[in-house]
């Protein structure tokens, strides 16, 4: 009976596991330091494809995102979403960052990011 009850505790916790959703969460909080680490980060390594304002009017790509309208993103416009396309790619022309930049980079460049949305897009969109 002791077996039976260990094995269903083990089956009930992997069916809610699979079940309820992941909360992202944010661990690096949205701030000045934060949006000016990100900042520095966008400059090295986004402004070849999104521009130096994040509108994408550059011609190195054509279909990259306008990062200053987030009711556009292809890939979901929570902290969540931006985290995952930045670290793993998203699309056929986001290459992954996350071999290249460590996750709390990545952090404070979705900080940055919605940095440049609007007060209202921020309560908007987030989690």
């Known amino acids: 009976m002791n ?17 309820m959703p992941v909360q992202a969460g944010t661990p690096v909080p949205y701030g000045e330091e934060s949006v000016a ?5 966008y400059r090295q390594h986004c402004t070849q494809c999104h521009g130096e304002d994040g509108r994408a009017q550059v011609d190195v790509i ?6 200053t309208w987030p009711e556009d993103y292809y890939s979901g416009n ?4 931006i985290f995952k396309s930045i670290r793993e790619g998203a699309g ?9 930049i460590g996750d709390e980079e990545i952090w404070h460049l979705v900080n ?3 940095s440049l949305w609007t007060e209202e897009q921020r309560e908007t969109f987030q989690e």
């Open 78 to 81: 929570t902290a969540g979403d």
């Open 62 to 67: 054509s279909d990259a995102t306008d990062l």
């Open 92 to 100: 056929v022309a986001m290459p992954a960052f996350g071999e290249q």
């Open 112 to 114: 940055f990011i919605r």
């Open 37 to 41: 680490l990100g900042a520095q980060l």
């Open 3 to 19: 077996e039976f009850r260990t094995f269903m505790v083990g089956l009930c916790t992997a069916i809610l596991i699979q079940v």
